[in-house]
């Protein structure tokens, strides 16, 4: 099972949006709406931000948001803050009952 | 609180094997599906294995398929992984997380981790 495919970076400044997409196929990102995506500082436990594609975690800030389109899957952090400076990753379920994460985007607030 | 802590990583020589832990509080474990997700030095996040409430259903990525081994012990509230052949691609930072409830695959909460190193 091949990785989905992130970009390595994104950047904004403060108070920007940006957007992260993630691209699998039929067998994963675009056969179901089992999408997630996940917040992760280096050294801590990664945090669930979206799951189902667009519904968010109790505590999850709503700047958060996903969507989905054929097999991408995007991520949108809205007014971006120097806290969202992370790795995010996203992660699908396969039609073989696996999981799939993607390559990873490390989001740079400038 | 939810919390899962994962322990039993260390240093072990190719070949050989390690069994991991994950101890979960906060929360009834009996009741949730559970995963193990890796993390090598400097790459991204990768998925494991997951096992269902009873331990009954196990699913394995193909890498450790043959290889790595998922079970629960529900009354002693702990969640484990096997590792047998271990090789230098298996370094890692080991994750334990639970599944959402109600079926749903999403991972809702992660462990800190533990750290297997693989090398002679």
């Known amino acids: 099972q091949s990785a989905l495919t992130q970009p390595a970076s994104v950047s904004g400044s403060p108070g920007q949006s940006i957007t992260i997409s993630c691209t699998g196929t039929?067998?994963?990102?675009?056969?179901?709406?089992?999408v997630s995506w996940y917040q992760h500082h280096p050294g801590k436990a990664p945090q669930l931000m979206i799951y189902?594609?667009?519904s968010r975690p109790s505590g999850v800030s709503n700047r958060f948001s996903g969507s989905k389109s054929g097999n991408t899957a995007s991520l949108t952090i809205s007014g971006l803050q120097a806290e969202d400076e992370a790795d995010y990753y996203c992660s699908s379920f396969t039609i073989r009952s696996t999981y799939v994460f993607g390559t990873g985007t490390k989001v740079t607030v400038l | 609180e939810v919390q899962l802590v994962e322990s039993g990583g260390g240093l072990v020589q190719p070949g050989g094997s390690l069994r991991l832990s994950c101890a979960p509080s906060?929360?009834?474990?009996?009741?949730?599906?559970m995963h193990w997700v890796r993390q090598a030095p400097g790459k991204g996040l990768v998925w494991v294995s997951r096992i269902n409430t009873d331990g009954s259903t196990t699913t394995y990525a193909d890498s450790v398929k043959g290889r790595f081994t998922i079970s629960r012990d529900n009354a002693k509230n702990t969640l484990y992984l096997q590792m047998n052949s271990l090789t230098v691609e298996d370094t890692a930072v080991y994750y334990c997380?639970?599944?959402?409830?109600?079926?749903?695959?999403?991972?809702?909460?992660w462990g800190q981790g533990t750290l297997v190193t693989v090398s002679s």
């Open positions: 906060g929360f009834t474990f009996s009741s949730y599906w």
């Open positions: 189902d594609v667009t």
């Open positions: 997380a639970r599944a959402m409830l109600a079926g749903n695959p999403a991972q809702d909460y």
């Open positions: 039929s067998s994963d990102v675009g056969g179901h709406n089992y």
